[in-house]
């Protein structure tokens, strides 16, 4: 997981040439992987290849030529937490924003977060990378948060789909649980009692003068 001066001790590290605040924004998705542990396999041009994901190369390179285009970046990562997989990342810039996608090697979705520039840059022409970001701590926990950590999926324990979840009893019928957890079990047909005796059961019909219904103990009759 990297922090505000994991990414700072990077940048300071690299000492990269900004040319706008563009380039700043960046170099801290960038920064941000390698403080994570990922490591720098392909930057510019070379990391748009059409086959960068599936290269069998996971040699190192430095940052030449990561702001040779104007308005999009590019970089590829390999991860050794993951068998060296591979990661592209690609940012580009539209309406101030920094729109960051990012795609491991085997997954089927990127992940994507858009970043405001103007609320992460700060003075400019300073020779301290300190002083020329603002809220760092922010962008650095934004980009931990949903790209990082985000790249490799999530899995989820299933929920149950009911607060009373129920029970399937051997005459097939189903019993409830009370909010307690107490399973109430309801006696269906005959019961048959350790001393053998078979106890029949209550007559579901009540009986009146005109029809009287059978007495205790005696089943009903069947038609």
Known sequence: MSSERSVMAVI?????????????????????FLSSGFVLTATGRDALADNVLSSPSNDEVGIDNWNEFEDHYAFVYSNPDKGSSKVLVKCLV???KLL????ADGCSEPVHLEIDIDNYVGENGSGNYSVQYKNLEKLVSSLDKEVVSKLY??????GSSSNHPS???SEGSKRDVNGAGVRINEPVGPQLYPSGVVIPPINPIRGGDMF???GAGIYPARY
Do not use: C
């Not at 040439?17 to 801290?28: C, G, L, P, T, Y």
């Not at 960051?100 to 795609?103: E, G």
């Open 12 to 32: 300071r590290a690299a000492r990269p040439s900004f040319r706008n605040d563009n380039d700043k924004i960046a170099f801290v998705v960038h920064a941000s």
């Open 94 to 96: 539209m309406n101030g």
């Open 100 to 103: 960051v996608d990012a795609l």
């Open 153 to 158: 999926g999530s899995s989820s324990k299933p």
């Open 167 to 169: 029970f399937e009893t």
């Open 212 to 214: 009287p219904g059978p």
